[in-house]
């Protein structure tokens, strides 16, 4: 495992391959041919006296092959090229033909074999017959056969590539192959994926060279030799299943095999059941015709379950050192373990490849897979040959690409201001031991062994700068970056205030602060008596609604602090509907946790994915054993309102719709008061900030839409379920989804409840109102619309008669949107100033809505009535309608949820029918227009 990849480095260096007699390659020291296919590159052609220029790319890499002559570089830009490349001419020793694309350090590199999106698969990649002298690098290759084959040609290298053959369907008989008197040819730090075998070297090839590759192969095997003599297989790490990561078949002899890591693949291999033959688990396979002359060692070998990991002349061994000691001379420093290793098969830090290889094996390459340098791990014991602490495998555990430190004090500065450009990384196993800087001003880079410069850029621009060191180990790390420099100004901060996820959540960031200095730190103070916040940007959670002055504080490298401030509206957002199926989620009475005086109990509302809910819309039920009280639910983690929700004496059982702030949360807290008193909540929808997805209210003048007592009908009896048809009925549209009803249970002859639910036969197990026999009661219900536009009411047990009252409804075309507020009581007629409302005597009450609010959720209460009768709620100028919110009896306090239209002033009237009683009136949110 890297500790990071870092793209766009310098280029790896050569693979070693004199150790076999193979000359090195450079890079062709006359002319370059171009290839680029790309949108910007509309000037390609492969015909013309100017055809491979700068001017004039070649449009395919064939024409460049075509083309090209000893010692020349084919350069191919990134793209896409949908074609199968044959090489026919051939370079010279010492003056090889390299087509160049990229690094496996690069994060694009020119991909032959296929078109953009996977289309158009080719046969071959490359091939490469009958020629000498060839290295292709830095290209991404895939095809349907072998993707690239290599037949009757000498030093041919392929090196820095990751090659793909096709992974569906039946697996070519390769990934790359060397075949017919291929001599002295190489297979060298590439990625290599999928095919029969992934490295396939055909009988008649001698002097093969596989090294430093990563090869992933979980359908077939790794690198299989046949009948090919004198093959160097060193410093690879391959992955395989059911097949072997190195197999010399054959006659095969005088091979070496030392430094590879050969893995059980790391992902299939947790959830296999077992090989069609235990010994294709085997990692290292050499035939007894192989055995001549072959020399393996300082390998890491991962066992497949119970099965062997070699097989030597056709003998099984299930581990390194049984393989030692039957087999005198071979792995004696072979190790069998779990390598550790990463998704991209490089090993992790507890890897035990790490500073074990043997340096001096041939073929060893003199970089990794990435290009970077053996470096010694501190935290590792060096158990190698040769110099002690290289990997084993195709790469590297190394601090090298890790380039933190390297850059510049400040990356904003004024014109002529000096900037130190620091050289040494924060992190590394080797010493940098000479650094160069290029300030990319088109002044003179700078080099020698100064870990720190200074420069001053004479006039305003962005200027792209490059500092490097290089270590001791060889690797070089480079980090470049941009300088922008400008006239000298002041410091202007600019502060940007977001809405947040949340309700009352808001997000502070900076707007754009200009100054010619780097910006060194940014505070916000909100303006709460909370702790200012110094993130580079920042969310803060108000805990009430409010008018609150925000203020950022901007410092910058030149020393320099200055402030601005903005007045944020803190408010809950209008949101919409979400009618749920009722659901209960409390019952006290089956977990026995009867709230006592002074008690609370935290209520989750919603399941593990709940909504960012503005407020949640219960049905809360107080089952009273002692005493009288009331309780108040209110969102978890806040003040608790001095507002009620349920209102009861000793003995009773009284219900009441609830609209709770939810504050983005899932939990609501329940508090009682007094008394002794069991809890029942069910939850019958939420209010979310509007994001265009959710139903709008509109609010109606009250309407009555059965009246059982009336002529013609008769009570609601056990066991028989009223319809009532609400869509096209009182002004609800056709795409209605829900309603707000007012239900009154009156004359029951037993206790029991009434429950309201949207679907015929599917009765929900909850409740909406509860009586006592004879009782008058009345709650507000929100309920969904059934299929067939109908709202179903049905009777627990005896018989009642049903008031049901409509208020309103919601839909995708309703004209409002709620806005929660936090509870705040408008009116109680006990405090002084007021009086109780007589008999039909009615009182006007401001909402505290903005003016064009529609509607208001109140809780609005009777107490102390001397004579029974009921309350009725209606916005303010319009005529009274023939409907009741609560009905009481004397000396009760009985609450309810009332949703009632206002009048254009923000107002709504309260009448009392007899009697005299006191009035409480508390808000809960209103809707706007939107």
């Given at each position: 495992m890297r500790l990071r990849k870092i793209a766009g480095l310098a280029s790896a260096t050569s693979v070693v391959l004199g150790i076999i007699g193979m000359p090195g390659y450079a890079v062709a020291d006359s002319s370059t041919l171009y290839v680029d296919n790309s949108n910007t590159a509309a000037h390609c052609g492969d015909t013309g006296a100017a055809a491979g220029s700068t001017a004039q790319p070649f449009c395919t890499v064939q024409a460049a092959a075509d083309a090209a002559q000893p010692g020349q570089t084919v350069r191919v830009a990134n793209g896409y090229y949908d074609e199968s490349v044959t090489i026919t001419h051939s370079g010279a020793p010492g003056r090889p033909i390299t087509f160049l694309g990229g690094t496996l350090r690069d994060t694009q590199r020119p991909i032959v074999g296929t078109a953009a999106g996977g289309v158009g698969r080719v046969g071959h990649a490359f091939v490469v017959k009958g020629v000498q002298d060839?290295?292709?690098?830095?290209?991404?290759?895939?095809?349907?056969?072998?993707?690239?084959?290599?037949?009757?040609?000498?030093?041919?290298?392929?090196?820095?590539?990751?090659?793909?053959?096709?992974?569906?369907?039946?697996?070519?008989?390769?990934?790359?192959?060397?075949?017919?008197?291929?001599?002295?040819?190489?297979?060298?730090?590439?990625?290599?994926?999928?095919?029969?075998?992934?490295?396939?070297?055909?009988?008649g090839v001698t002097g093969a060279l596989v090294n430093g590759n990563a090869i992933d192969n979980p359908r077939g095997g790794g690198v299989r030799i046949t009948d090919a003599p004198g093959a160097v297989v060193t410093a690879n790490t391959v992955s395989t299943l059911c097949a072997p990561a190195i197999a010399l078949q054959g006659g095969s002899g005088k091979a070496t095999v030392e430094n590879n890591v050969l893995a059980a693949n790391w992902d299939d291999s947790r959830n296999f059941s077992?090989?069609?033959?235990?010994?294709?688990?085997?990692?290292?396979?050499?035939?007894?015709?192989?055995?001549?002359?072959?020399?393996?060692?300082?390998?890491?070998?991962?066992?497949?379950?119970?099965?062997?990991?070699?097989?030597?002349?056709?003998?099984?061994?299930?581990?390194?050192?049984?393989?030692?000691?039957?087999?005198?001379?071979?792995?004696?420093?072979?190790?069998?373990?779990?390598?550790?290793?990463?998704?991209?098969?490089?090993?992790?830090?507890?890897?035990?490849?790490?500073?074990?290889?043997?340096?001096?094996?041939?073929?060893?390459?003199?970089?990794?897979?990435?290009?970077?340098?053996?470096?010694d791990d501190p935290s590792a014991a060096d158990t190698g040959h040769g110099g002690g602490y290289r990997d084993r495998g195709a790469f590297e555990f190394t601090t090298s690409t890790y380039v933190s430190g390297l850059g510049v004090d400040q990356q904003r500065v004024p014109v002529d201001t000096r900037v130190t450009f620091h050289g040494t990384p924060y992190q590394t196993w080797s010493p940098a031991v000479s650094y160069a800087y290029d300030f990319g001003d088109g002044t003179p880079p700078v080099t020698g062994t100064d870990a720190e410069v200074t420069h001053a850029y004479r006039a305003a621009g962005s200027y792209r700068y490059t500092v490097t060191a290089t270590l001791a180990n060889g690797d070089t790390l480079a980090a470049t970056d941009t300088e922008v420099v400008s006239p000298d100004a002041p410091l202007v901060p600019v502060l940007k205030i977001v809405d947040g996820h949340d309700p009352l959540e808001y997000w502070a960031e900076?707007?754009?602060?200009?100054?010619?200095?780097?910006?060194?730190?940014?505070?916000?103070?909100?303006?709460?008596?909370?702790?200012?916040?110094?993130?580079?940007?920042?969310?803060?959670?108000?805990?009430?609604?409010g008018d609150?002055?925000?203020?950022?504080?901007?410092?910058?490298?030149?020393?320099?602090?200055?402030?601005?401030?903005?007045?944020?509206?803190?408010?809950?957002?209008?949101?919409?509907?979400?009618?749920?199926?009722?659901?209960?989620?409390?019952?006290?009475?089956?977990?026995?946790?009867?709230?006592?005086?002074?008690?609370?109990?935290?209520?989750?509302?919603?399941?593990?994915?709940?909504?960012?809910?503005?407020?949640?819309?219960?049905?809360?039920?107080?089952?009273?054993?002692?005493?009288?009280?009331?309780?108040?639910?209110?969102?978890?983690?806040?003040?608790?309102?001095?507002?009620?929700?349920?209102?009861?004496?000793?003995?009773?059982?009284?219900?009441?719709?609830?609209?709770?702030?939810?504050?983005?949360?899932?939990?609501?807290?329940?508090?009682?008061?007094?008394?002794?008193?069991?809890?029942?909540?069910?939850i019958f929808g939420y209010y979310e900030p509007n994001t265009g997805v959710g139903d709008r209210f509109t609010a109606q003048a009250p309407s009555r839409l059965l009246d059982t007592r009336a002529p013609g009908h008769s009570p609601v009896a056990a066991g028989s379920p009223v319809e009532l048809p609400v869509r096209g009925q009182h002004g609800v549209p056709a795409d209605a989804t829900a309603v707000v009803l007012n239900v009154t249970a009156t004359r029951g002859t037993k206790a029991g409840y009434f429950s309201l639910y949207p679907e015929a036969g599917k009765p929900t197990g909850t409740s909406n109102l509860n009586f006592a026999a004879g009782q008058t009661v009345a709650n507000q219900v929100v309920v969904p619309v059934g299929s067939d536009g109908k709202v179903r009411l049905s009777n627990f047990q005896g018989s009642a008669d049903a008031v049901v009252d409509l208020f309103g409804y919601y839909g995708p075309h309703g004209d409002s949107l709620f806005k929660p507020a936090t509870p705040v009581r408008l009116v109680d007629t006990?405090?002084?100033?007021?009086?109780?409302?007589?008999?039909?005597?009615?009182?006007?009450?401001?909402?505290?809505?903005?003016?064009?609010?529609?509607?208001?959720?109140?809780?609005?209460?009777?107490?102390?009535?001397?004579a029974p009768g009921y309350l009725t709620v209606w916005a303010d100028g319009a005529d009274r309608p023939g409907t009741s919110n609560l009905n009481f009896l004397p000396g009760q306090t009985v609450p309810n949820h009332v949703t009632t239209p206002l009048s254009p002033a923000g107002k709504f009237d309260v009448y009392n029918f007899h009697g005299n009683t006191q009035v409480v009136a508390d808000l809960f949110g209103y809707f706007v227009k939107g």
């Open positions: 060839i290295r292709i690098s830095g290209f991404g290759m895939t095809a349907n056969a072998e993707t690239v084959l290599v037949g009757d040609s000498a030093r041919v290298v392929l090196d820095q590539n990751q090659i793909w053959s096709t992974t569906t369907g039946q697996l070519a008989p390769a990934t790359v192959r060397l075949t017919g008197t291929t001599s002295d040819s190489a297979v060298s730090r590439n990625r290599v994926y999928a095919g029969q075998a992934s490295v396939l070297v055909d009988p077992s090989c069609d033959h235990p010994a294709d688990g085997a990692k290292l396979v050499v035939s007894a015709g192989s055995t001549t002359g072959t020399y393996a060692d300082y390998n890491l070998v991962n066992p497949l379950g119970d099965m062997p990991v070699y097989s030597w002349a056709d003998r099984p061994f299930a581990g390194s050192a049984e393989f030692a000691k039957a087999v005198p001379g071979q792995g004696a420093h072979d190790l069998t373990a779990d390598p550790q290793l990463g998704s991209g098969l490089d090993q992790l830090s507890t890897s035990p490849a790490i500073d074990s290889a043997d340096a001096d094996a041939p073929g060893e390459p003199t970089t990794d897979l990435l290009g970077y340098h053996a470096i900076d707007g754009g602060t200009t100054t010619p200095w780097t910006v060194t730190g940014r505070t916000y103070d909100y303006g709460d008596g909370s702790a200012p916040d110094s993130s580079s940007w920042s969310d803060h959670l108000y805990s009430r609604e609150y002055t925000v203020t950022m504080t901007v410092t910058d490298s030149g020393g320099r602090t200055a402030r601005t401030s903005k007045v944020v509206h803190v408010g809950y957002r209008p949101s919409v509907f979400h009618a749920l199926a009722p659901k209960r989620v409390l019952d006290t009475r089956q977990q026995h946790t009867t709230l006592g005086p002074g008690q609370s109990i935290d209520v989750r509302v919603f399941d593990q994915q709940y909504p960012v809910a503005s407020a949640v819309v219960l049905n809360v039920t107080a089952v009273s054993h002692s005493g009288g009280g009331y309780l108040t639910v209110y969102p978890k983690g806040s003040d608790r309102p001095k507002t009620s929700n349920v209102n009861f004496t000793a003995g009773q059982v009284v219900p009441n719709l609830v609209t709770v702030l939810a504050e983005g949360g899932s939990t609501v807290t329940v508090f009682n008061h007094s008394g002794d008193t069991d809890v029942v909540i069910d006990r405090e002084a100033g007021h009086g109780a409302l007589g008999a039909g005597q009615s009182i006007a009450v401001g909402a505290g809505a903005p003016a064009g609010a529609t509607g208001a959720v109140l809780n609005v209460t009777a107490t102390a009535p001397t």
